[in-house]
């Protein structure tokens, strides 16, 4: 069993960034691909950002890419997301995923944190 625990959410204004941090917990973590899912009132979780195991390999969704930055410390078990240039759209409860078949679609990973809410004011 894997244990996922988000932090660092909060509230920001427009422009300004975050760097969220999950941490695994009951087995290593690069057994597992890491992803970053968010999910807005209403909508539907939606795929952000994801690591392969080594952490050679990075996918982004074209709405954060070149603002998000996914990266892991696979010695410390933690995961990181990057985010820069926040908007208003960025708002959602964001989560830690690990999996170990795809990268993009979250009815893919096996464990989950409890999310982190990000508020974004514009």
């Known amino acids: 069993q894997v244990q996922l625990v988000e932090s660092g959410g909060g509230l920001v204004q427009a422009g300004e960034s975050l760097t969220l941090s999950c941490v695994t917990s009951?087995?290593?973590?690069?057994?597992?691909?890491m992803g970053w899912f968010r999910q807005a009132p209403g909508k539907e979780r939606e795929f952000v950002a994801a690591?392969?195991?080594?952490?050679?390999?990075?996918y982004y969704a074209d709405s954060v890419k070149g603002r998000f930055t996914v990266s892991r410390d696979n010695a410390r078990n933690m995961v990181y997301l990057q985010m820069n240039s926040l908007t208003a759209e960025d708002s959602a409860v964001y989560y830690c995923?690990?999996?170990?078949?795809?990268?993009?679609?979250?009815?893919?990973?096996?464990?989950w944190g409890q999310g982190t809410q990000v508020t974004v004011s514009s």
């Open positions: 995923a690990a999996g170990v078949q795809s990268y993009f679609d979250h009815r893919t990973y096996e464990y």
């Open positions: 009951g087995r290593t973590n690069s057994n597992y691909i």
């Open positions: 690591i392969s195991q080594s952490g050679a390999v990075m």
